[in-house]
């Protein structure tokens, strides 16, 4: 009989989100009359902009002709995306790349999940606490570590936790580690990395041979000026880290999908005989054998959120949701509420009232407020006492979750 893969085996749990959703179907199917407000799953509300849908049914009525037909596409993504998102997104940042380094994908849980492919098993590996749990599993899964202990730790994990205490800022890691994990702005705390933080990073990873897989999938909700948008910014940075980017949020493509990867081609690692070795080729070998690209009119679509007018639109839409992260946010801390992230990111983490365990509150707000958030302690042990509200809802129903939670807590 086929072996399975025991890794899975050492998994606490189901993945967060289909527990939170498990949960809310159970209230609902009970209380069917009953208004459930979603702020759990960071799940858009708004429709795509009309540049990015014009762009998109072109993209599908070229399909229809034999002339503008398109098969099978780059599996890096097309050039002429790569090149795009390279003058529009990097370059005013400062950061020149090479088409040859960025690699479209269906998406950033994807291409963090996979990209492990191209690790060995013997790294050790750090990553925050409380995380977004993708990366923690997938270590889990691929089988980099031991069980886990009654608090949910897995050995043989670095974890970096990250709390009030220390300003939801890990610590440079005090033993040598392979490969970090850094999430900026922070899923799940809304917390931002400055200039100096991200600096430390690249200085530690150059200085141990490491790799930072950095997660900007909410760069377009930084409001504040300096905080950096990429990693690239730092200098050396080329040389030490993966940068995931993604449509999702950005551009309200999570049922669309659409993100990529950027793997500089300075970027090595060590064979077993310790000779240099590109990880830009790994990941291209990688995904010319496992991955056929994305489709040509989400690709189409992509393109045009950089257009005048779809970048005008995009932001009015992220405007939109970093206002109703500024009606949370006030909302709640005029309840008495203590509320963190929210200015740079469309989470708003908070300290959970009267001393509650995430789990209990999450209970307690879904069958008394009908309110959906996620519980801290899903994104890790040092989640504990804390919540997550997600900032993506609609104007209405952030106004009416947030008038519900004052009556429940408000002094
Ligand atoms: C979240 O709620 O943390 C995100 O929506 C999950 C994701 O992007 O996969």
């Given amino acids: 009989m086929a072996r399975i893969n025991d890794s899975y085996l050492k998994l606490k749990a189901g993945y967060l989100f289909p527990e939170i959703g498990r949960r809310v179907k159970e209230f609902t199917d009970a209380n069917p009359a009953t208004q459930v407000i979603r702020l ?16 998109f049914h072109d993209g599908v009525d070229d399909m229809s002709r034999g002339a503008t037909f398109h098969g099978y596409g780059p599996e890096q993504g097309y050039d ?8 529009k997104a990097y370059k005013p940042l400062g950061v020149d790349l090479k088409t040859s380094e960025v690699f479209i994908s269906d998406g950033s849980k994807c291409d963090s999940a996979n990209i492990l492919d191209i690790f060995d098993l013997g790294n050790k590996v750090a990553i925050c606490d409380p995380v977004y749990p993708v990366y923690n599993d997938t ?28 300003n939801f800022t890990p610590a440079i890691p005090d033993e040598k580690v392979d490969v970090i994990y850094l999430c900026y702005p922070n899923n799940p705390t809304g917390a931002v990395a400055t200039r100096d933080d991200l600096k430390k990073w690249v200085d530690y990873a150059r200085a141990n041979d490491a790799v930072i897989l950095f997660d900007a999938a909410y760069e377009a909700f930084i409001t504040e000026a300096d905080i950096p948008h990429s990693i ?30 950027v793997v500089p081609e300075e970027l090595t690692g060590t064979t077993a005989d310790g000779e240099k070795y590109s990880f830009n080729k790994l990941w291209n070998r990688r995904q010319t054998t496992k991955f056929n690209g994305v489709s040509y009119p989400v690709q189409k679509a992509a393109a045009a959120v950089y257009s005048e007018e779809g970048w005008a639109q995009v932001r009015e839409v ?46 307690k707000l879904l069958n008394e407020c009908h309110v959906v958030g996620t519980p801290g302690s899903g994104f890790g042990p040092s989640g504990e006492g804390y919540f997550r509200l997600s900032a993506f809802g609609d104007r209405q129903n952030v106004v009416e979750a947030v008038k519900r939670i004052e009556q429940k807590w408000g002094k």
């Fill in 40 to 55: 759990g799953i960071g799940d858009v509300t708004l429709p795509l902009a009309p540049a990015i849908l014009k762009a």
């Fill in 80 to 87: 002429w995306l790569s090149q795009i998102i390279i003058d």
């Fill in 139 to 166: 270590n889990v899964m691929v089988g980099r570590t031991g069980e886990a202990d009654d608090q949910g730790y897995y050995a043989g994990i670095h974890y970096m936790p990250c709390t009030g205490a220390n």
């Fill in 232 to 261: 690239y910014e730092i200098d050396g940075a080329r040389e030490c880290a993966i940068e995931f980017r993604s449509f999702s949020k950005t551009a309200g493509f999570t049922g669309v999908r659409c993100g990529l990867t």
């Fill in 318 to 363: 992220i405007d939109y949701y970093m206002e109703n992260a500024r009606i949370i946010r006030e909302g709640l801390t005029a309840a008495g509420i203590t509320c963190f992230g929210g200015v740079n990111a469309p989470y708003i983490w908070l300290e959970t009232p009267e001393g509650m365990s995430s789990w209990d509150f999450f209970d």
